[in-house]
Structures are given as structure tokens and as C-alpha cells.
């Protein structure tokens, strides 16, 4: 078995005029979690739809748990957890119901485990799904899903119409899922905060373009903000800082770039007078990379 479960070669997506998704390649090792992070439009549901094989590429391919993404068998399917944005239950389905529908499909499903998880937050059993706050259907959904310990998760804002406390609950279940069945998961959220205490990687799609794959722990440490005066250029920078991002302001310049080889003390003595450096947060670097690249150097941190 491939240590890759999601492989992706040039996934391209066109609807008529529009292409969704262009040359995408991706992949993703088992027992990692990913944050899939892109403005409205940017093509993550497009992608998360071709990798379980509900559309069709228009060329290239995606490769699941070693199988062709439009040939997943069910025994390769029963393996993955997905949770799209929208894809809700019947309004008379009650939680006791869809619970014994999960089991059919799902041999792995605790229900112990999800009548647990509903306690948690007052969900009963034979309330109907209809009638339910929308914070209280996001997290039956999403209970559904873990509580089938599937070795693939692909969750499509899970997290969306939920409070802080219980977005603080979901994420740090699919944290723990994770570190103790070793599964993978992608999710696809708004929501950097949440999902940048949990997640391993980050994949950033902009326009159908893949713009960056990275591992946080090395963007932690690597990424650096720096402010140059207006005298400055970006040119003045040592050559081990890789820039990707710009953005001029009445005082000077901001420049987001990558550095691998010098700690920020050394880069510090580097720089040019009046000039400071420090580390970004997820959120800065996304604004970033989305808002503020620089032409074909966003390849430095992919």
C-alpha cells in the first residue's frame, strides 16, 4: 500500500467555459491532517467532489486508498468519511434512525461512541432533524461521521454555524481520532483559527490553483513578515530569503517570504537599517499568499 491515500495528477475540472479546478497535483500521507483553505469559489468543494468520484475529471486523475477515484469499490468506500457543506437528512429523520443507518453501511460504526458525543450537546434521540438549531444538525452530521471511524475523513466546513466551544470540540475530536486510528483527514473550512491548532499541513487553492502545500510546523518557523522602510527594496534582502508576497504602504513595504537556511536572529543581521522581521500566523500567511503574491514566486513555499 502506497504510503500516499490521496494522490492527485493533474486534476482539472471545466464547467463549459469555467475551469473550476486546473492541473492540480496533491498528495496527501497517511495518519496527517490537512487544512484545505481558499476563498468562496476557489475550487475546494470542485476538488473534495473529484477525489470521492462524484464528478468526473475533464483530465488528469485522483488516486484514493491505491484506486481510481470514479472506481471506488464499496469495501474502499466504506473507508471514507465524508461531510459535505449542504448534504442534509430528511427533516423527519430523528438521530436514533440515522444512527441505524450509519450501522448498515458502516461495520466500524460505535454507537456507543455517537449517543456519547449527542449527550454532549443535548441532542436527544428522537428529536427530528428538521427541527433541530443548525449548530445542533452540523454536529449530529458530523458525530455520524467520526462515530464510522473511517481511515479517511473529508469534511466540507464542518465546523460552519457552530460556537466557538463546540467548533473547539469538533476540532479536537478529529485531532484525536487521528492520533489514535492513525486516519487522514482533509477539511475544508474558513475557519484558520480552529483549524491551525490541529492540522499538520495546509493546502491553499485560489482561482482552481493550487497555490501552496506545506507542512505548519516548517511555515512556523521558516515564514517570516518583514517590514522595509521606503528606501528599501526587496532586492536588498539576502538571497536565502525567498519572497512570495508583497504589499506597499504610504511608509514603506511588507514582504512575505521563506527562509530555510538562517534562524530570525540571523536574518536580522541582514537587514537594512530601520528594517524589522518576525514570524506569521496561518492568517497572515493565507492573506498572503491569496491577496499579495508576487508573480510565479508563490512556489517558494509549496
Same mark, same amino acid.
Given at each position: 500500500?502506497?504510503?500516499?491515500?490521496?494522490?492527485?495528477?493533474?486534476?482539472?475540472?471545466?464547467? *463549459?467555459?469555467?475551469?473550476? &479546478?486546473?492541473?492540480?497535483? !496533491?498528495?496527501?500521507?497517511?495518519?496527517? !491532517?490537512?487544512?484545505?483553505? *481558499?476563498?468562496?469559489?476557489?475550487?475546494?468543494?470542485?476538488?473534495?467532489?473529484?477525489?470521492?468520484?462524484?464528478?468526473?475529471?475533464?483530465?488528469?486523475?485522483?488516486?484514493?486508498?491505491?484506486?481510481?477515484?470514479?472506481? !471506488?469499490?464499496?469495501?474502499?468506500?466504506?473507508?471514507?468519511?465524508?461531510? *459535505?457543506?449542504?448534504?442534509?437528512?430528511?427533516?423527519?429523520?430523528?438521530?436514533?434512525?440515522?444512527?441505524?443507518?450509519?450501522?448498515?453501511?458502516?461495520?466500524?460504526f460505535d454507537r456507543g461512541l455517537a449517543e456519547?458525543?449527542?449527550?454532549?450537546?443535548?441532542?436527544l434521540l428522537d428529536k427530528p432533524f428538521g427541527?433541530?438549531?443548525? *449548530?445542533?444538525?452540523?454536529? &449530529?452530521?458530523?458525530? &455520524?461521521?467520526l462515530a464510522s471511524k473511517p481511515d479517511l475523513?473529508?469534511?466540507?466546513?464542518?465546523?460552519?454555524?457552530?460556537?466557538?466551544?463546540?467548533?473547539?470540540?469538533?476540532?479536537?475530536?478529529?485531532?484525536?481520532?487521528?492520533?489514535?486510528?492513525?486516519?487522514?483527514?482533509?477539511?475544508?473550512?474558513?475557519?484558520?483559527?480552529?483549524?491551525?491548532?490541529?492540522?499538520?499541513?495546509?493546502?491553499?487553492?485560489?482561482?482552481?490553483?493550487?497555490?501552496?502545500?506545506?507542512?505548519?510546523?516548517?511555515?512556523?518557523?521558516?515564514?517570516?513578515?518583514?517590514?522595509?522602510?521606503?528606501?528599501?527594496?526587496?532586492?536588498?534582502?539576502?538571497?536565502?530569503? =525567498?519572497?512570495?508576497?508583497?504589499?506597499?504602504?504610504?511608509?514603506?513595504?511588507?514582504?512575505?517570504?521563506?527562509?530555510?537556511?538562517?534562524?530570525?536572529?540571523?536574518?536580522?543581521?541582514?537587514?537594512?537599517?530601520?528594517?524589522?522581521?518576525?514570524?506569521?500566523? &496561518?492568517?497572515?500567511?493565507?492573506?498572503?499568499?491569496?491577496?499579495?503574491?508576487? =508573480?510565479?514566486?508563490?512556489?517558494?513555499?509549496?
Open positions: 500500500m502506497s504510503d500516499y491515500i490521496i494522490k492527485t495528477n493533474q486534476l482539472t475540472r471545466a464547467f *463549459g467555459d469555467c475551469l473550476a &479546478l486546473n492541473n492540480v497535483d !496533491l498528495q496527501i500521507e497517511n495518519g496527517r !491532517l490537512v487544512a484545505l483553505l *481558499g476563498p468562496n469559489g476557489a475550487g475546494k468543494t470542485t476538488l473534495i467532489q473529484l477525489l470521492l468520484g462524484l464528478l468526473e475529471p475533464s483530465e488528469g486523475n485522483a488516486i484514493i486508498c491505491d484506486r481510481e477515484s470514479r472506481e !471506488l469499490p464499496h469495501d474502499v468506500f466504506s473507508r471514507i468519511g465524508y461531510m *459535505g457543506d449542504n448534504d442534509n437528512p430528511p427533516r423527519w429523520a430523528t438521530a436514533n434512525k440515522l444512527m441505524k443507518l450509519q450501522a448498515e453501511v458502516c461495520q466500524r456519547n458525543l449527542f449527550q454532549r450537546h443535548n441532542i427541527v433541530m438549531s443548525k *449548530g445542533q444538525k452540523k454536529w &449530529l452530521r458530523a458525530v &455520524l461521521v475523513l473529508i469534511l466540507d466546513e464542518p465546523a460552519d454555524g457552530l460556537d466557538p466551544a463546540i467548533r473547539d470540540d469538533l476540532f479536537n475530536l478529529i485531532r484525536e481520532q487521528i492520533n489514535d486510528t492513525q486516519a487522514t483527514a482533509l477539511v475544508a473550512t474558513h475557519i484558520i483559527s480552529d483549524i491551525e491548532r490541529v492540522a499538520d499541513e495546509l493546502a491553499i487553492i485560489t482561482e482552481g490553483q493550487l497555490l501552496a502545500f506545506a507542512n505548519l510546523e516548517d511555515l512556523r518557523e521558516e515564514v517570516y513578515e518583514i517590514y522595509l522602510s521606503q528606501r528599501c527594496q526587496v532586492d536588498q534582502l539576502d538571497n536565502s530569503f =525567498e519572497p512570495f508576497a508583497q504589499q506597499f504602504e504610504d511608509q514603506g513595504l511588507l514582504v512575505w517570504g521563506r527562509c530555510k537556511e538562517k534562524s530570525r536572529m540571523e536574518i536580522e543581521k541582514t537587514l537594512p537599517a530601520h528594517a524589522t522581521v518576525r514570524h506569521v500566523d &496561518l492568517k497572515t500567511f493565507y492573506l498572503a499568499v491569496t491577496k499579495n503574491q508576487i =508573480e510565479n514566486k508563490v512556489e517558494a513555499v509549496i
